[in-house]
T-cell receptor
Framework: DTAVSQTPKYLVTQMGNDKSIKCEQN?????MYWYKQDSKKFLKIMFS???????INETVPNRFSPKSPDKAHLNLHINSLELGDSAVYFC????????????FGPGTRLTVL | GESVGLHLPTLSVQEGDNSIINCAYS??????FIWYKQESGKGPQFIID?????DKRQGQRVTVLLNKTVKHLSLQIAATQPGDSAVYFC????????????FGTGTSLTVIP
């Protein structure tokens, strides 16, 4: 079983569209994250979220919003997509407060045309 | 072979040699660190972690060293194998910023058979 899964793996879309990326975890941990990895492989945190608190990186445009329908899922919604949104997006799950280790999903490569 | 992390993002080593990947972290309040390995097309994979109350931790063929005085972290890989070729990231957990992880630039390791 895959601990952290993401769908879709690849997403190609036009500028201005609205899209969602789904993340599901079967680890039972409370804390989940979304990261953006640019073409230079730099990983930047976008959001951290648990049952009680959403922490938003202030540099993330408000076109991006995380939605958690239940404890096992944290989806990423993106409105009015722009060319600069093209990147690989990773979901991660943190084993808090036990070990603090983070486990990453396989990533979603988003290409905005 | 040895890299200087931020200033030397690529490292090439001969198969069987030892590799040293370096990372300078930014926050003296960080108390937990993780090394990740990211293979092409995949998400970052946990390798080894260390807490700030330790100077050294060993895993299978990998050792992490932590020097809090100069805020420096290193990953040593013994008897490097072709399967070790990947991008390696260090990540620091800043408890004073909501337990978020911040990633270093990454070092691309290439193992020459």
């Amino acid at each position: 079983d895959t601990a952290v899964s993401q769908t879709p793996k690849y997403l190609v879309t036009q500028m201005g569209n609205d899209k969602s990326i789904k993340c599901e975890q079967n680890l039972g941990h409370d804390t989940m994250y979304w990261y953006k990895q640019d073409s230079k492989k730099f990983l930047k945190i976008m959001f951290s979220y648990n049952n009680k608190e959403l922490i938003i990186n202030e540099t993330v445009p408000n076109r991006f919003s995380p939605k958690s329908p239940d404890k096992a899922h944290l989806n990423l919604h993106i409105n009015s997509l722009e060319l600069g949104d093209s990147a690989v997006y990773f979901c991660a799950v943190q084993d808090r407060p036990s070990t603090d280790t983070q486990y990453f999903g396989p990533g979603t490569r988003l290409t905005v045309l | 072979g040895e890299s200087v992390g931020l200033h030397l993002p690529t490292l090439s080593v001969q198969e069987g040699d030892n590799s040293i990947i370096n990372c300078a972290y930014s926050n003296s309040a960080s108390d937990y660190f993780i090394w990740y390995k990211q293979e092409s097309g995949k998400g970052p994979q946990f390798i080894i972690d260390i807490r700030s109350n330790m100077d050294k931790r060993q895993g299978q063929r990998v050792t992490v060293l932590l020097n809090k005085t100069v805020k420096h972290l290193s990953l040593q890989i013994a008897a490097t194998q072709p399967g070790d070729s990947a991008v390696y990231f260090c990540a620091e957990n800043m408890k004073d910023t909501g337990n978020q992880f911040y990633f270093g630039t990454g070092t691309s390791l290439t193992v020459i058979p």
